[in-house]
T-cell receptor, first 114, second 114 residues
Framework: SQQGEEDPQALSIQEGENATMNCSYK?????LQWYRQNSGRGLVHLIL?????REKHSGRLRVTLDTSKKSSSLLITASRAADTASYFC??????????????FGRGTQLTVWP | NAGVTQTPKFQVLKTGQSMTLQCAQD?????MSWYRQDPGMGLRLIHY???????DQGEVPNGYNVSRSTTEDFPLRLLSAAPSQTSVYFC?????????????FGQGTRLTVV
């Protein structure tokens, strides 16, 4: 399985603090994505980083990718209570024969206290 | 656009019963997938499709069947429900643009098998 693994499993912080989540994966990829899931809802795409990129920003999100270590991190700056959710990394497969398949990790549950 | 629509939202089955989880998307996406989400396990791919008439197995296909007769619809059939199939099921559709892909998820179907 190419399933990613997020770390930590749970993270609890105060509003205004930064939240950092990490993801490790097993094989070569074309890109890595982060998704967010609010309780009882489906997943929503946050950001995609390609294998030839090292860092990407989107609003308060910063994603890094280190393909040599097969790892990525998601930083949420100035967290808000509304950021409380589960965050998942997802990877594709660079073999080409499995287009459309995404492999998800187990997720990090982020709780932001007001 | 409605995006990805899953029905029903909740379902209780008795062991041995069969049912079909419906999934429809209106974004003309080529790829569609079914995942199950269990506590502590993240999302695991059940079946996926890269286009009408083409389906393939994911990580956990046993006990499930799929078909893709149109681009829009991708139903998931449970032939003989078992308690181990109690889970939350998510349907997703995705597009491929070059090497980039992004998945759009339905709201989920919470299935309980008693």
């Amino acid at each position: 399985s190419q399933q990613g693994e997020e770390d930590p499993q749970a993270l609890s912080i105060q509003e205004g603090e930064n939240a950092t989540m990490n993801c490790s994966y097993k094989t070569s990829i074309n890109n890595l994505q982060w998704y967010r899931q609010n309780s009882g809802r489906g997943l929503v795409h946050l950001i995609l980083i390609r294998s030839n990129e090292r860092e990407k920003h989107s609003g308060r999100l910063r994603v890094t990718l280190d393909t040599s270590k097969k790892s990525s991190s998601l930083l949420i700056t100035a967290s808000r209570a509304a950021d409380t959710a589960s965050y998942f990394c997802a990877t594709d497969d660079d073999r080409g024969s499995t287009l459309g398949r995404l492999y998800f990790g187990r997720g990090t549950q982020l709780t932001v206290w007001p | 656009n409605a995006g990805v629509t899953q029905t029903p939202k909740f379902q209780v089955l008795k062991t041995g019963q069969s049912m079909t989880l419906q999934c429809a998307q209106d974004m003309n996406h080529e790829y569609m997938s079914w995942y199950r989400q269990d506590p502590g396990m993240g999302l695991r791919l059940i079946h996926y499709s890269v286009g009408a008439g083409i389906t393939d197995q994911g990580e956990v296909p046993n006990g499930y069947n799929v078909s893709r007769s149109t681009t829009e619809d991708f139903p998931l059939r449970l032939l003989s429900a078992a308690p181990s199939q109690t889970s939350v099921y998510f349907c997703a559709s995705s597009y491929q643009q070059g090497l980039d892909t992004e998945a759009f998820f339905g709201q989920g179907t919470r299935l309980t098998v008693v």
